[in-house]
């Protein structure tokens, strides 16, 4: 049988509606799709441990039988073609993410030939959302409630307790 399976990698930190939209609308086009964490990221200190968004992420698709979770580190392509997966799944908002993704994609087409990057875009009603706006507006004591999962929110309070509280 022929059968697809896609690498949705990323930060998530943390996981945003965004990325669940993403992930339900990857989940019904891929037979397998796996949500990969990245240990060794670039991007300074992450709010949340990679142990916290593995759990946290787990619960928040654990009603998608077709999807699962797990973290890699070094290059994608590599732990792709570990995988066996054929696609790399990102989700594109707005234009100002064109390029970004644009270099990653040829990046990775150039370092491995067989390994598609598939683009979908996440409900207009995200298109703004992204984990980096989410802390920042959570730690000054913004309402993120309907941006995030409710575990999300749950983990950003215990987190950053003085905010998010109302107070
Ligand atoms: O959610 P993000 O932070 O935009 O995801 C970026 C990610 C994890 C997809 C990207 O940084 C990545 O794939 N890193 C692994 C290292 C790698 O393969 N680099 C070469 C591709 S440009």
Do not use: C
């Amino acid at each position: 049988m022929h059968t697809v399976k896609a690498i949705y990698p990323g930060t998530f930190d943390p996981l945003t509606n965004g990325h669940l939209d993403l992930i339900a609308r990857g989940a019904k086009i891929v037979d397998e799709l796996v949500v990969a964490i990245l240990r060794n990221s670039e991007k300074g200190t992450p709010l949340f441990t990679v142990p916290e968004r593995l759990e946290m992420i787990s619960e928040a698709v654990s009603g998608f039988k077709n999807v699962s979770v797990t973290t890699f580190d070094g290059l994608l392509v590599d732990f792709a073609r570990k995988q066996g997966a054929k696609a790399v799944l990102r989700g594109i908002r707005a234009i100002s993410d064109y390029e970004y993704e644009f270099q990653m994609a040829m990046m990775n087409r150039k370092l491995d030939p067989e390994l598609e990057t598939l683009f979908m875009m996440p409900a207009e009603k995200y298109t703004y959302v992204s984990s980096r706006l989410i802390k920042g507006v959570f730690q000054l004591g913004g309402d993120v409630s309907a941006l995030v999962p409710p575990l999300v929110v749950e983990r950003l309070k215990a987190k950053v307790p003085a905010r998010g509280s109302g107070e």
